[in-house]
């Protein structure tokens, strides 16, 4: 299975100021995809990030507020844009098993914005 | 994808079977039912998956009824370490193109001494 390192682990940022995770996965895979779980809640995708080409946002999530990288087949970065309180959540990477019906999960970045 | 619809909550002892269910009624034919969990603070972890036959791995067991419409995950053995909250989620194949999973609300699960 698919070995997901997503950081930081957790952080504490000011309203206004942005953050940025990373998220690298010890094998290529085709599609990474990033979700957004706020306090109590289940989990909402964001956006799929596709290598060589633009990332494909969700209904609610746009590209200036959550704007995404993804440089190769192993890599991706998501940035959380202009913070306020209200995007206090934990963000999550996911990606497909290349062998697979699978998806696998990163362990999560918990956010918190004063 | 389907729709699905899990009790909230549930609770098992520690060491007897836990049978979660999951009703999808408007599952169509080319739409596999998978389960996932996720224990506090950490990423969803992968379950099971089917989309006819009963399936059987070292995790857990999922039983589909014949018309597809609703599903069981049983976990034979719960330790307290089950706790968590167990996601049903029906979509197509990967191979189709379509590859994120939609979550629903889950049930949580509480596996008590």
């Known amino acids: 299975s698919a070995v997901i390192s997503q950081k930081p682990s957790r952080d504490i940022c000011q309203r206004g100021t942005s953050l940025t995770i990373q998220c690298q996965v010890d094998s290529q895979v085709t599609m990474m995809f990033w979700y957004r779980q706020q306090p109590g809640q289940s989990l909402t995708l964001i956006a799929t990030a596709n290598q060589g080409s633009e990332a494909t946002y969700e209904s609610g999530f746009v590209i200036d507020k959550f704007p995404i990288s993804r440089p190769n087949l192993t890599f991706s970065t998501l940035t959380v844009s202009n913070l306020s309180p209200e995007d206090s959540s934990i963000y999550l990477c996911?990606?497909?098993?290349?062998?697979?019906?699978?998806?696998?999960f990163g362990s999560g970045t918990q956010l918190s914005v004063l | 994808d389907a729709k699905t619809t899990q009790p909230p909550s549930m609770d098992c002892a520690e060491g007897r079977a836990a049978n979660l269910p999951c009703n999808h009624s408007t599952i169509s034919g080319n739409e596999y039912v998978y389960w996932y969990r996720q224990i506090h603070s950490q990423g969803p972890q992968y379950i099971i998956h089917?989309?006819?036959n009963n399936e059987t791995n070292e995790m857990a067991s999922l039983i589909i009824t014949e018309d597809r419409k609703s599903s069981t995950l049983i976990l034979p053995h719960a330790t307290l370490r089950d706790t968590a909250v167990y996601y049903c989620i029906v979509r197509v194949g990967m191979n189709t193109g379509f590859q994120k999973l939609v979550f629903g609300t889950g049930t949580r699960l509480l596996v008590s001494p």
């Open positions: 089917g989309l006819k």
């Open positions: 996911s990606v497909r098993d290349s062998n697979s019906e699978k998806l696998f």
